[in-house]
């Protein structure tokens, strides 16, 4: 059974241009390589063409779309159930993103 997609998780998957989705799912692929010992096959080269690809056809199967909501679910439930982690991620994301994206985030999703 799918999980319920939250409003403000709707919301900025309707707000967010098909490359800031891409931009706002690698960086949590680079932060979960790199801090959470995540192994890199389980993104792969196959996630990468898919995304790839969803920017070529305008994300015409949703993959950007889908890839986003997941992550941004993911960023809400570790920023509410874990308070070392987040701050962290926090600032892997700040160092990662363009600052109005960070902001879109982290406010759209009531996450300071």
């Known amino acids: ?3 319920r997609v939250p409003a403000p998780v709707r ?4 707000d967010l241009s098909l ?8 960086a949590w692929q680079a932060y979960q390589l790199e801090m959470c010992d ?3 096959e389980l993104f792969g080269e196959e996630l990468d063409f898919h995304l790839d690809w969803s920017l070529k056809d ?5 993959v950007l779309s889908r890839c986003l909501r ?4 993911s960023l809400r439930e570790v920023a509410v159930q874990d308070a070392e982690e987040w701050p962290i991620l926090r600032d892997s994301l700040r160092a ?3 600052e109005a994206l960070f902001t879109t985030l982290v ?6």
């Open 38 to 40: 995540i192994p890199a």
């Open 96 to 98: 990662a993103l363009p």
């Open 58 to 62: 305008g994300d015409a199967m949703g």
């Open 107 to 112: 406010e759209g999703l009531a996450l300071d």
């Open 11 to 14: 919301q900025i998957d309707a």
């Open 1 to 3: 059974m799918a999980r």
């Open 19 to 26: 490359l800031d989705k891409r931009a706002v799912i690698l």
């Open 70 to 73: 997941e992550v941004l679910m």
